[in-house]
C-alpha cells in the first residue's frame, strides 16, 4: 500500500491486440486552431495513441508540410480512423488505404448512418469489423452505447469497442452510465469511450465506470485554452482511473459523522 | 492523355508511370498512398505502374482527424 503514484500508473497497464499501453487518454489530431498547438496539445495530454483521418492530396499545395511532419509514429501509435464512411465498402476502402502507408495496421472503424446525429450504422459497422479482423487489422470500433451491439461486435472479434459517451463533438458526457456499466459487465474486450466528452468531468465520469480509456478530440481542440485542457484531460483521465482503481464509498441517504463522537 | 486525379482531370504525357506523375505533381511520395481506378499501387510498384488515358488515380495522404 506504500506505493508510489508512478509505480502506480506504470504497473497499471492495458493491452490492445496485445500492444500494450499506460496512457488511458487516447486525442484526436482535428480542429486545431494550428499543427504547433496540436503537437503541444499531444504532448501535454500524456496520450500514446492518436487517431488521424485520410484525405484527397491537395494538388494546389505542392510540399506543403503534412500531418506526419508533426506527429512521430515512431512516438504514438495512429490510430487511422473511417470518419465520413457512410458504408462498409468505404470504410473497408479507407482501412485498406490507411495500412497501405506502412504505418500503422490500427483502425478506428466508424460506418455513419447521417450526418445530423453521426450515430453509427450498426448493421454496415458490424459488417465491416468482422472483414477488417479477418484482414488481419487491429479493430477499435465504434458504436453507439446499445449494449446488444456492443456485444455483437465483441463475437465479430472487435479488438476494442468503443461506445459514444454522448453524439460526437456534442460535448455532452457520458450521457447513459448504465448502458456503459451493462457493456462493461457484457464483454471482455477493452471497452473506450470514445466521443461526447466535454470537459475534464465527463473524463473523470467515464474513467469511474471502469472503462480502459477514454478517445476525445474536440474538448481540447475547441477549448478557449487548448494546451491547458489537454493537461486537464491528462490529470481528469488520471485521476477518474485511480479513483476507479481505488473503490468509492457507497452512497448513503443520511448522514455519517467524520469526527468520532464521543463525551467530552 | 487526361488523368482524372483526385476528382480533377489533369494532361500528362502518354504512357507516364504513377511515379512520374506523382513527382510532376510536387506531391511528396513518402507520405502518399496512391490508387489507380480503385486499386492501391505500393510505393515499389510505381515506378512499374504505366498509366493511360482516362485512369482515375487517387492520391491520399494523412491529415487531422478525430
Request: glycine share 8%; net charge neutral; aromatic share 4%.
Amino acid at each position: 500500500m506504500t506505493a508510489t503514484l508512478e509505480q502506480i500508473k506504470s504497473e497499471d497497464t492495458y493491452q490492445i491486440n496485445g500492444k500494450t499501453f499506460t496512457s488511458r487518454l487516447l486525442v484526436g489530431t482535428g480542429k486545431y486552431a494550428t499543427n504547433e498547438l496540436m503537437t503541444q496539445c499531444l504532448e501535454a495530454s500524456g496520450t500514446q495513441i492518436v487517431t488521424v483521418a485520410l484525405r484527397r492530396v491537395n494538388l494546389d499545395n505542392k510540399g506543403e508540410k503534412t500531418l506526419l511532419d508533426f506527429i512521430d509514429p515512431k512516438k504514438y501509435t495512429l490510430l487511422p480512423n473511417t470518419a465520413g464512411c457512410y458504408s462498409a465498402e468505404e470504410a473497408i476502402r479507407v482501412a485498406h488505404l490507411a495500412r497501405a502507408t506502412g504505418i500503422s495496421d490500427f483502425v478506428k472503424l466508424e460506418v455513419l448512418y447521417d450526418e445530423k446525429t453521426l450515430l453509427p450504422d450498426p448493421i454496415a459497422t458490424l459488417e465491416a469489423t468482422k472483414t477488417l479482423v479477418k484482414e488481419g487489422f487491429t479493430v477499435m470500433t465504434y458504436t453507439s452505447d446499445d449494449p446488444v451491439m456492443a456485444q455483437k461486435l465483441e463475437q465479430a472479434g472487435a479488438h476494442a469497442v468503443m461506445p459514444a459517451g454522448s453524439p460526437i463533438g456534442s460535448g455532452q458526457g457520458v450521457l447513459n452510465p448504465n448502458n456503459i456499466r451493462i457493456i462493461l459487465e457484457k464483454l471482455k474486450c477493452p471497452i473506450l469511450i470514445d466521443a461526447g466528452v466535454g470537459s475534464a468531468s465527463d473524463v473523470a465520469v467515464a474513467m469511474e465506470l471502469g472503462v480502459v480509456a477514454v478517445l476525445l478530440n474536440t474538448a481540447i481542440a475547441h477549448a478557449k485554452d487548448p494546451l491547458k485542457m489537454a493537461h486537464a484531460m491528462r490529470h481528469a483521465t488520471e485521476a477518474g482511473r485511480l479513483s476507479y482503481l481505488a473503490g468509492r464509498i457507497p452512497k448513503k441517504l443520511y448522514a455519517q459523522a467524520s469526527t468520532p463522537i464521543k463525551d467530552f | 492523355m487526361k488523368l482524372l486525379i483526385n476528382g480533377e482531370t489533369r494532361e500528362f504525357p502518354e504512357g507516364m508511370s504513377l511515379e512520374e506523375v506523382i513527382k510532376q505533381l510536387g506531391v511528396r511520395k513518402e507520405t502518399v498512398v496512391a490508387e489507380v481506378n480503385r486499386q492501391i499501387i505500393h510505393n515499389e510498384k510505381r515506378a512499374d505502374c504505366r498509366l493511360s488515358e482516362g485512369d482515375q488515380v487517387e492520391l491520399i495522404q494523412f491529415v487531422g482527424g478525430g
